[in-house]
């Protein structure tokens, strides 16, 4: 009895999940139910009325029993066998007692499962493996179509120039090696596959480039682009729509109706609230742009749920790169499948050089504490800096660049070329911006602008920025570190502290990129907080994180933290350091708990007659318009709600609008302990790329550390799990080591959730 009803059990929870994928258990000409396996299948007929054949065309023995499940496609044909077992067997094993009957029927797929584990079987091309759900009849009948459309990428031919922007742009010869490389990839079944190309290197245009390939030779017709920036999206969706005008894509934002496009532009933050809206066979590829920041934790968990062809895109140095996202790329010895140094491109002439201005004013003296973990930014600010020195900063800064601007661009017409200045706070950006424009009165206030999260119309800011002649200069905290990309750029001014060598690299990158139209020779770096000799830094000898260059030994054997690893160097951002944040352009700072407070009364002052609002209350989609419109009407003064203010304010980097109103007006249904361990569970077995035994030995592990809140040694010696000898069979399946080390991710990446 006690048999029955754990299969009982799992049926319960199997045909709860085909619900959440789309099929109707209870429709007979969607899924079918005990199917006698000692008949052959003659259509949508009743199960009981199916006659007697015995073995398949191929010689394969059939059992005799029944077939679990039987999904059809939308003519009635079988698309795949569900094999059901109790939760307490593995149903990896199940395969050959599923495989003759589903050859006999036609059905290409397999799932096999026990509620809990769900394996997922094209038999024909690859042996079963983990999924995160049943796909829906769309996704099936999708891998038939392309199955059976396929071409071998090699008749594809590799362009050796496309049209970018309105200009032809020459395909140079490290991305024609990666399209190579991953074609190889491709047609050894390998699902995964790590890129590291330097900033500037043209990542965006060689994915795009190779996303209409793939769709081409019929091995996508779905792909998602996922990104963690905002500046990134935009990038992202512009390549995407210039390079592939003949395939539909949209960028899918937190509040938006859901669209079925060929191409899927988001942002993490948003799909960790909105992957359970798809199947985990809807994407045929998943790309991620700065990969190295989502294999952990929550991000992990929206990034692995797709079961994809996955192709993760990164610029930080493999020194840098945790080693979890190299175990789920799959990549041996610690190194990316495809890699191009940044001394290479230099070399080669792809990206231009740098080099530091001398003799300027450095602000951080010897006896600094600049090795400290956490600091104030504003005490950091107020101890460093004060009128006179930054006054004598842009004074200095504004002199050299107005020397040297032909000597570093030729071409460049109107002095002194575009810049960013790196600064400490908003407060701070805002007085450097002031006396970067009292130098130059002839442009009323326009020669530089300030551009944080805060500014109305920041985009609009940034498009001028790079099209026009004015602003020449962008003062910036935060938001054009990383994901900003603007060709002309020959000056950039660090005004703050940096010791994440990640971020380090990212913002010396954002000067890389050629401009022959300018015939940009290389850019300067005005260094006054000395972060390239904390770096050892040079233009003879680059830091990359490699041989070439190097950090102080503390900063290269230090620890890497969950955090910044989401986060790039959080500690470099001051999300959790700090009580307070900082809003508004003069950067005024406001409690972290006052500020949750007045947007959580402002938003339920305004849901009663604000029509958008009032659409989010009844969960209701927003259009892309409403989005926009929603954003642009919070971020006025005096509390400047955005996103960025709102993440720092509940300490969450990975919240949406949307989810902070939702949470403002009550409605933000948090899922249990119980659902985020579940989730979290099935993304890292999927990242971990296990055996069988070992996915059903650590979903044992799971279901004990669930109820005492984590897993230890002892348990494994205690009732219940001494009964089941847990202890041996775990050295047996991991090693000694290997046990103790898994036992602690499972605390750190599942339990602690």
């Not at 091309?125 to 983990?130: L, M, Q, S, T």
């Not at 330097?198 to 990542?203: E, L, V």
């Not at 002095?415 to 002031?434: D, E, M, N, S, Y």
Request: hydrophobic share 35%; proline share 4%.
């Amino acid at each position: 009895m006690t048999a029955q009803t754990k299969e009982t059990d799992a049926r319960i929870l199997i045909d709860d999940q085909l619900r959440a994928a789309g099929w109707n258990p209870a429709d007979k000409s969607q899924v079918l139910t005990e199917v006698k396996t000692s008949g052959a299948f003659h259509g949508v007929a009743e199960p009981e009325s199916q006659s007697i054949v015995l073995s398949t065309q191929d010689g394969d023995a059939i059992p005799t029993g029944r077939a679990d499940y039987i999904l059809l496609d939308s003519r009635g044909r079988p698309l795949a066998v569900i094999e059901a077992k109790r939760q307490a067997i593995q149903p990896y094993v199940a395969k050959q007692q599923a495989l003759p009957y589903t050859k006999q029927i036609g059905a290409p797929f397999i799932f096999l499962t026990n509620g809990e584990l769900i394996y997922f079987w094209d038999y024909r091309n690859d042996d079963a493996r983990i999924v995160q759900s049943f796909f829906s009849r769309r996704d099936l009948e999708r891998l038939v179509h392309m199955r059976d459309t396929r071409q071998p990428l090699a008749t594809v031919p590799i362009p050796d120039h496309y049209f970018r922007q309105g200009e032809t742009r020459q395909l140079r010869p490290y991305q024609t090696e990666t399209m190579q490389a991953l074609d190889r990839t491709v047609e050894l079944g390998k699902r995964r596959f790590l890129i590291e190309l330097p900033t500037g290197c043209g990542k965006t245009d060689l994915i795009a480039l190779y996303i209409k390939r793939l769709i081409e030779a019929g091995h996508a017709e779905r792909v998602l682009f996922l990104v963690d920036r905002e500046q990134l999206a935009k990038q992202a969706i512009e390549a995407i729509q210039d390079l592939l005008p003949g395939h539909s894509s949209y960028w899918l934002k937190s509040g938006m109706v859901r669209q079925e496009q060929q191409i899927t532009v988001c942002l993490l933050q948003t799909m960790i609230g909105r992957y359970p809206e798809f199947t985990s066979g809807y994407f045929d590829v998943v790309v991620a742009d700065e990969c190295h920041r989502s294999i952990y934790g929550a991000w992990q968990t929206a990034l692995i749920y797709f079961d994809a062809l996955h192709i993760g895109l990164t610029a930080t140095p493999a020194l840098y790169i945790e080693r979890n996202t190299f175990r789920f790329y799959h990549c041996k010895d610690d190194t990316p499948d495809y890699s191009y140094s940044i001394q290479q491109a230099f070399k080669e002439g792809y990206l231009a050089p740098y080099r530091f201005a001398s003799g300027i004013t450095t602000l951080v003296s010897e006896g600094a504490d600049v090795d400290e973990e956490h600091y104030d930014p504003a005490e950091f600010e107020r101890q460093w800096t004060n009128e006179a020195s930054n006054r004598l900063m842009m004074e200095e800064f504004d002199r050299l660049a107005w020397a040297n601007y032909q000597e570093l661009a030729p071409g460049q017409k109107t002095g002194p070329g575009k810049t960013v200045v790196f600064a400490i706070t908003k407060h701070h950006a805002a007085r450097l911006a002031q006396y970067l424009n009292e130098l130059h009165p002839e442009h009323q206030g326009r020669y530089a602008e300030v551009i944080t999260s805060d500014v109305a119309h920041a985009d609009d800011l940034i498009r001028r920025f790079k099209q026009e002649e004015l602003p020449m200069a962008a003062v910036s905290v935060g938001m054009l570190d990383t994901g900003f990309d603007c060709r002309e750029l020959l000056h950039l001014v660090m005004c703050r502290r940096v010791r994440s060598p990640i971020l380090y690299q990212q913002m010396r990158g954002r000067g890389t990129r050629t401009a022959p139209h300018i015939d940009k020779q290389k850019f300067v770096i005005y260094d006054f907080f000395r972060n390239h000799e904390y770096f050892n830094d040079s233009d003879t000898d680059i830091f990359a994180g490699g041989g070439s260059g190097h950090a102080p030994k503390s900063q290269q054997s230090k620890a890497k933290t969950a955090r910044e690893l989401i986060e790039l160097g959080l500690e470099d951002e001051w999300l959790d350091a700090v009580h307070y944040i900082e809003v508004g352009p003069d950067g005024e700072r406001v409690d972290k708990r006052d500020y949750v407070t007045d947007w959580e009364q402002a938003v339920r002052q305004q849901a009663g007659h604000d029509p958008i609002l009032a659409k989010i209350k009844a969960g209701q989609p927003l259009t892309d318009e409403e989005e926009t419109e929603l954003a642009q009407r919070l971020n006025q003064p005096q509390r400047y709600f955005n996103e960025d203010n709102l993440r720092r304010a509940y300490r969450n980097p990975g919240g949406n609008l949307v989810d902070f109103i939702r949470a403002a007006l009550g409605m933000l249904k948090l899922k249990s302990r119980e659902e985020r361990v579940e989730e979290n569970f099935r993304a890292w077995l999927v990242a971990r790329n296990l055996t069988p035994e070992q996915a059903q030995y650590l979903a044992l592990l799971k279901n004990r550390g669930l109820v005492k809140g984590q897993i230890s040694l002892d348990d494994l010696f205690n009732p219940p799990l001494s009964i089941l000898n847990v202890a041996a069979i775990g050295i047996e399946l991991f090693g000694e080591e290997g046990l103790k080390a898994v036992m602690d991710e499972i605390n750190q990446a599942v339990l602690a959730a």
